[in-house]
T-cell receptor, first 114, second 112 residues
Framework: DSGVTQTPKHLITATGQRVTLRCSPR?????VYWYQQSLDQGLQFLIQ???????AKGNILERFSAQQFPDLHSELNLSSLELGDSALYFC?????????????FGPGTRLTVT | QQPVQSPQAVILREGEDAVINCSSS?????VHWYRQKHGEAPVFLMI?????EQKGHEKISASFNEKKQQSSLYLTASQLSYSGTYFC?????????????FGTGTRLTIIP
């Protein structure tokens, strides 16, 4: 158990819908990362927050957005969902904002868009 | 640019050794190694930083050639528990590059 929690574990929704994925980092970690993992793309970095502020951005679509709240939990919002958005979404946390610190991954949310 | 891992897959008998390689076309500040078992989250193994610092599990061995932008993960006397997909993640140098780009993974299967 990494100490990072994610909810829900599974999510099935239809195209065009909007969903919110939630992540709580390990106690003491200020940085949260979001990754998308699909079969043909591997682990893709989406976005990073540190202590409530956006720190780094990857290949995140405009239909996706995220935020980190004062209690340090983070939410990833996915809207106008398409079939291709079906994937495993991981959040990870680390103590510092730099990528050169170990990241601890949550169990993931499996999103299926039908 | 996504780092390239080799081999893509390897099958070993318990007790055998393996080397997994990770190569990047850009200047790197750090290389991370993670292992992911099927249906589970990636688990941190090691970080290798430019300048020689390493952070990670004692039983894991790895190297980082800064000039060639290459890293290798050494798995010795493999155990059944080593099975899984190994990912390297690379962090570039300079402002704006402090994020990990992961390779496509190396699937390791250990058989008794």
């Amino acid at each position: 158990d990494s100490g990072v929690t994610q909810t829900p574990k599974h999510l099935i929704t239809a195209t065009g819908q909007r969903v919110t994925l939630r992540c709580s980092p390990r106690s003491g970690d200020l940085s949260v990362y979001w990754y998308q993992q699909s079969l043909d793309q591997g682990l893709q970095f989406l976005i990073q927050y540190y202590n409530g502020e956006e720190r780094a951005k990857g290949n995140i679509l405009e239909r996706f957005s995220a935020q980190q709240f004062p209690d340090l939990h983070s939410e990833l919002n996915l809207s106008s969902l398409e079939l291709g958005d079906s994937a495993l979404y991981f959040c990870a946390s680390s103590v510092a904002p730099l990528a050169s610190y170990e990241q601890y991954f949550g169990p993931g949310t499996r999103l299926t868009v039908t | 640019q996504q780092p390239v891992q080799s081999p893509q897959a390897v099958i070993l008998r318990e007790g055998e050794d393996a080397v997994i390689n990770c190569s990047s076309s850009k200047a790197l500040y750090s290389v991370h190694w993670y292992r992911q078992k099927h249906g589970e989250a990636p688990v941190f193994l090691m970080i290798l930083l430019k300048g020689g610092e390493q952070k990670g599990h004692e039983k894991i061995s790895a190297s980082f050639n800064e000039k060639k932008q290459q890293s290798s993960l050494y798995l010795t006397a493999s155990q059944l528990s080593y099975s899984g997909t190994y990912f390297c993640g690379t962090e570039g140098e300079g402002f704006g590059n402090e994020k990990l780009t992961f390779g496509t993974g190396t699937r390791l299967t250990i058989i008794p």
